[in-house]
């Protein structure tokens, strides 16, 4: 005898485009008297579909918030580190206090301090520089929590160990699409939640001995990743996450979807 079910599903963030003119026109016309930009117009756009396919774990923002922190840092000039760096994260903090209110129980997705593309001119030092710029990151996104989101998803390119070491937390969660074995072992180091997609579940099983990770969150799952899973871990750790880079609708819609898998009683 076997039952359908389903695993909660968490989003890790969403890209969107840049609008039409038209488009943004009228946004801005319907939200008058509001303190809106392309910016703002994006996060919310990010939020959409999530809630109505059954995201549990709702997601706004993306690696396209990277312009909205780096006008928000002083410090810096030409990309380049030129002072000890500061954030006013006021704008940040507002942006976080929309999504909340869109999204109840939301996290918002940013670039990883490395992704910023910043030259350390300043520090000479990668330790020192790591240091001053997780700093920075972690008053900024205690702001951002403050203001009513659950915690951030920091977006990576390549995981940098002394910054998951710096800011994975609870509320801080690094995220890499296609990691390998090495990034995988950092980030279980310091998380308790690993995210993974179908390709590199036999890498987290065959790390799972050395890590005392909690729960697996994998990305755009296929039924044999779920079943491979459900035979190393209860359902009660797996997630179904999702991080949405071209026509959300039927991105996070196929998601839900993959989510459900039959359990034998």
């Known amino acids: ?20 003119i038209a488009e943004l026109s009228s946004w801005i016309a319907d939200h008058r008297g509001k303190e809106v930009d392309l910016t703002r117009f994006r996060i ?23 312009d909205r922190i780096v006008s928000s840092l002083t410090g810096f000039t030409g990309g380049r580190v030129t002072d000890d760096p500061w954030i006013d994260d006021r704008i940040l903090a507002a942006d976080a206090r929309v999504v909340a209110e869109e999204a109840r129980g939301a996290w918002c997705a940013l670039p990883a301090p490395d992704n910023l593309g ?30 009513g989101i659950a915690g951030n998803v920091l977006l990576c390119k390549k995981t940098e160990d002394a910054e998951v070491a710096s800011l994975a937390s609870n509320k801080v969660l690094f995220f890499q699409q296609d990691p390998d074995r090495t990034s995988l072992a950092i980030l279980m180091e310091y998380q308790k939640e690993v ?26 799952p296929d039924p044999e990743s779920i079943s491979l899973a459900l035979t190393h871990l209860d359902f009660d750790r797996l997630k179904v996450g999702g991080y949405c880079t071209n026509d959300c609708e039927d991105y996070w819609k196929n998601l839900a979807r993959s989510a459900s898998y039959e359990s034998v009683l």
């Open 1 to 20: 005898m076997s039952k359908r079910m389903s695993l909660p599903i968490r989003s890790l963030g969403a890209e969107t485009g840049i609008p039409a």
């Open 195 to 220: 995210v993974a997609g179908p390709g590199q579940l036999a890498l987290v099983f065959d790390l799972a001995d050395k890590y005392n990770f909690r729960n697996l969150c994998i990305i755009d």
């Open 118 to 147: 910043i030259v350390d001119d300043y520090f000479r030092d990668p330790d020192e520089w790591s240091d001053a710029i997780c700093g920075v990151y972690r008053s900024m996104m205690r702001s951002m929590r403050d203001s």
């Open 44 to 66: 919310l756009q990010s939020l959409l579909f999530q809630r109505q396919y059954g995201i549990s774990t709702p997601c706004a923002g993306g690696m396209f918030l990277r």
